[in-house]
């Protein structure tokens, strides 16, 4: 069977890429048409068209241009890694859709009859924006798993737990008490006690949630619970801790 060629009004027009585009891969060298016609117009053949397919694959992955050429240099002519890499990508679009129809759900159902002020809106999407900056679709599954292991209740316990502990720490700092004093060196253990059941002591979790306290700053990043001040307090007793 003849192989089909294609010219680069044709193929622009059948995969919706723009002939300027074609004419760009080709100046850079990443896709070069394999044949010419006698006038010299460019004819891509089905190889060519694979190469195209892994071009806009991996920039679909967030990849420039520069490390795609790498990506298909270190590759090789197997169209095969690119199409598991895209598998993957899809396969983590998939869970985090799923994840935010059961977050929409979960909101949906705590609506009621009585409707609910545009702010509850406002704050949950300014903190589903947050968490998916921070963490990767893999820690957000374990994240959801662990809230539904916890379930309704265990969940209003652990934010009752937090709310007791930061409270008694913020006791303690305008008491003007030293970190390192054994009461307050007991409530930074349950500090680190309670990150620990928060995270699953899963180490990535755990550098997430720092980063994210540290580029969102405290305050912003625990929705008000806790302030730059009182986080600095818990720190040094944190700190006192670990030189024991």
């Known amino acids: 069977m003849d192989?089909?060629?294609?010219?680069?009004?044709?193929?622009?027009?059948?995969?919706?890429?723009?002939?300027?585009?074609?004419?760009h891969y080709d100046e850079l060298g990443l896709l070069v048409p394999s044949e010419r016609t006698g006038g010299g117009h460019r004819l891509y053949g089905e190889d060519d068209v694979r190469r195209i397919y892994r071009i806009v694959a991996l920039r679909s992955l967030g990849l420039s241009l520069e490390e795609v050429r790498a990506a298909l240099e270190a590759e090789g002519p197997d169209v095969r890694v690119t199409l598991r890499r895209h598998l993957e990508r899809l396969d983590e679009e998939i869970a985090e859709r799923r994840r935010l129809r059961r977050r929409v759900a979960r909101i949906l159902g705590a609506l009621g009859d009585g409707g609910a002020p545009v702010t509850e809106f406002i704050e949950t999407i300014e903190r589903m924006t947050m968490t998916e900056r921070y963490y990767t679709p893999e820690q957000l599954e374990q994240l959801e798993r662990r809230r539904q292991e916890l379930g309704e209740e265990g969940m209003a316990k652990a934010q009752q737990e937090w709310a007791g502990l930061i409270a008694a720490v913020r006791a303690e700092q305008e008491a003007g008490t030293d970190p390192g004093h054994p009461r307050v060196?007991?409530?930074?253990?349950?500090?680190?006690?309670?990150?620990?059941?928060?995270?699953?002591?899963?180490?990535?979790?755990?550098?997430?949630?720092?980063?994210?306290?540290?580029?969102?700053?405290?305050?912003r990043a625990s929705r008000g619970m806790v302030d730059p001040e009182l986080m600095a307090y818990i720190g040094r007793a944190q700190a006192a801790l670990d030189a024991e």
């Open 3 to 23: 192989e089909r060629r294609f010219k680069v009004g044709e193929l622009a027009r059948a995969t919706g890429l723009s002939v300027r585009a074609l004419h």
């Open 185 to 219: 060196q007991e409530l930074a253990r349950r500090w680190r006690a309670l990150i620990e059941r928060f995270t699953g002591g899963d180490p990535g979790i755990r550098a997430s949630l720092q980063r994210m306290y540290e580029e969102q700053g405290p305050e």
